[in-house]
C-alpha cells in the first residue's frame, strides 16, 4: 500500500516513523514533510490546504489511502473534496469529513454537542456582534478567571484566560471586531475549570473504535506553566493521574456518549479523535475536542503503540476496526520540544541545526526543518522533539534531556521542567 500523510510537524514525522514500520506498507509520502521525514519516506512540495495539489499527488504517486494530520485541511473539507471527485472517491481518507470536523472547528457547535448528549463541560454561553451587550451580564454570573474562545480555528492564539471582568469585556468586543479574523465572528465564554488537565485520544471507523495511550502535553513557554501559550513544549505517556478508575470514567462518561452523539446526530466520523479533559477532584470534564491527533502528544503516543499502527489505519479504511488489536508498551515515553529563541513570538528561521550524531537512545522527530544542501535548517518555532522510553517517567526525562543537550541551533530553547506536576 502507498500512502500519504499530509502535513510537516512532529505528529507527521512520528506518523511515517511508525507506518514505515509495517510490512504492509509500501511506500510512504509526506506532503509537505521536513527534514526528519525523509529518513521515512519520500518528501511532496505540496500544500495540504491546496486540495487540487493533494489530488496530482495522489494519482501521480498511486496513493491507496491518505491521512490527514493537521486540522485546517479536515475543518475546510478534504474528506468532501474526495468524495465528490469521482478518480479519489475510492481512495480512503483517514480523518473526518467536514461536518464532523466541526467538532474542532467550531467551540460553540462543539460545545452544543457537549450539552446536548449530557456529556460533562464547562458552563458557557456564545456571542456574536449583535449579543454583544449581553456579555457584561453573562460574565458577572461567573467567578474569574474568564475563559474566552473565538470560535473558529485561530492558529493555537484563540483562547484567552482572563482574570479582570472588563478586560475581559473588552477582548471579547475585540475579537469580534475582527482580532482573530472570520474565526471570532462568534466568541464562547466559559466557566474557568480548576484541575490538571490530560489528553485522550481514540482512533474510528464511524462505527468502533480503540482507545490510543494517553498524554499529558505542556503549552505554556516558561517553567512552572507560565507565559505564553505555544502548540506544546513538550509530553509525556502515560499519565499517573489516568488510572483505571479514571479512565472507566471517561469511557463510560465522555467516549461512549460521544460516539452515541455523534451517530444520533447523523454523523459519521472517520479518523482520530482528541479528547481534550481536565481532571476536576477525580471526575473528568471535556474542555475541547481536536479532529486528529495532538502535537508534540503524537511523539509519546505513537511511540508507545507495539504493534502495527497501519492494522488500525486499515481498519478504518475499511471499517472493520473492531476486528483490529492494539498492543500497548507499558513504558514510559516522553519528549521535550526544541523552539527557536522568541518564540511563540517572532523569531528567526534557516538556522543551521548540528548534533544529530551525538544523540542516542532516543527518537529526535523533526517539527520545523527543512534541508538546504547538505544541512538542515529551522523552519518554524518549534523545530525538534526529542522523545526517550523509560521505566520511569524520570528516567525516560533523563534520556530526552541528555540528548537534547547534545542538539544545537542558534537561539536554541527548550522547558526543563516537563513532567513537573506529575
Request: include cysteine.
Amino acid at each position: 500500500m502507498n500512502i500519504l500523510i499530509l502535513g510537516s510537524g512532529g505528529r507527521e514525522h512520528a506518523l511515517a516513523w511508525k507506518l514505515a514500520q509495517s510490512k504492509k506498507v509500501s511506500k510512504i509520502f509526506i506532503g509537505p514533510g521536513n527534514a526528519g521525514t525523509v529518513n521515512s519516506g519520500t518528501n511532496l512540495n505540496l500544500d495540504p490546504g491546496n486540495f487540487p495539489e493533494v489530488k496530482k499527488a495522489v494519482l501521480d504517486n498511486r496513493i491507496d489511502i491518505v491521512i490527514v494530520g493537521p486540522e485546517a485541511p479536515l475543518v475546510e473539507g478534504i474528506h468532501d473534496f474526495f468524495l465528490a471527485d469521482s478518480s479519489l472517491k475510492h481512495i480512503p481518507v483517514i480523518g473526518p469529513d467536514k461536518s464532523a470536523a466541526r467538532l474542532e472547528g467550531s467551540k460553540d457547535f462543539a460545545k452544543d454537542f457537549l450539552y446536548r448528549h449530557n456529556i460533562p463541560t464547562a458552563r458557557y454561553k456564545s456571542f456574536d456582534i449583535s449579543s454583544l451587550k449581553e456579555v457584561p451580564q453573562f460574565l458577572s454570573t461567573l467567578k474569574p478567571p474568564y475563559v474566552i474562545k473565538a470560535d473558529g480555528l485561530a492558529a493555537g492564539k484563540g483562547v484567552l484566560i482572563i482574570d479582570d471582568i472588563h478586560e475581559a469585556e473588552l477582548e471579547v468586543a475585540a475579537i469580534l471586531d475582527g482580532k482573530f479574523g472570520t474565526a471570532g465572528r462568534k466568541v464562547v465564554i466559559e466557566q474557568f475549570l480548576k484541575g490538571i488537565e490530560a489528553s485522550v485520544f481514540i482512533i474510528t471507523d464511524g462505527t468502533s473504535y480503540k482507545l490510543l495511550p494517553e498524554a499529558k502535553d505542556y503549552k505554556r513557554i516558561g517553567e512552572g506553566d507560565t507565559g505564553l501559550n505555544t502548540g506544546g513544549m513538550g509530553a509525556v505517556s502515560p499519565v499517573g493521574f489516568a488510572d483505571k478508575a479514571f479512565m472507566d470514567k471517561v469511557t463510560r462518561q465522555i467516549i461512549d456518549p460521544t460516539m452515541k452523539g455523534l451517530s444520533a446526530d447523523g454523523i459519521v466520523y472517520k479518523g482520530f479523535i482528541f479528547f481534550g479533559l481536565i481532571n476536576v477532584d477525580g471526575d473528568p470534564f471535556v474542555i475541547e475536542y481536536n479532529a486528529r491527533l495532538g502535537d508534540p502528544e503524537s511523539e509519546v503516543i505513537i511511540p508507545r503503540i507495539k504493534s502495527d499502527f497501519f492494522e488500525l489505519i486499515e481498519g478504518v479504511a475499511y471499517g472493520d476496526l473492531d476486528k483490529r488489536g492494539i498492543e500497548i508498551d507499558n513504558r514510559f515515553c516522553t519528549t521535550v520540544m526544541m523552539v527557536s529563541g522568541g518564540y511563540p513570538g517572532d523569531y528567526n528561521k534557516g538556522l543551521p541545526v548540528t548534533g544529530f550524531d551525538l544523540t542516542s537512545d532516543c527518537m529526535v522527530f523533526h517539527a520545523g526543518t527543512k534541508i538546504a544542501g547538505n544541512d538542515v535548517i529551522t523552519s518554524g518555532g518549534r523545530v525538534l522533539a526529542v522523545s526517550s522510553y523509560g521505566d520511569s517517567m524520570k528516567e525516560a526525562l533523563r534520556k530526552s534531556y541528555r540528548n537534547a543537550a547534545q542538539i544545537k541551533f542558534k537561539g536554541h530553547y527548550y522547558r526543563k521542567d516537563i513532567g513537573f506536576d506529575l
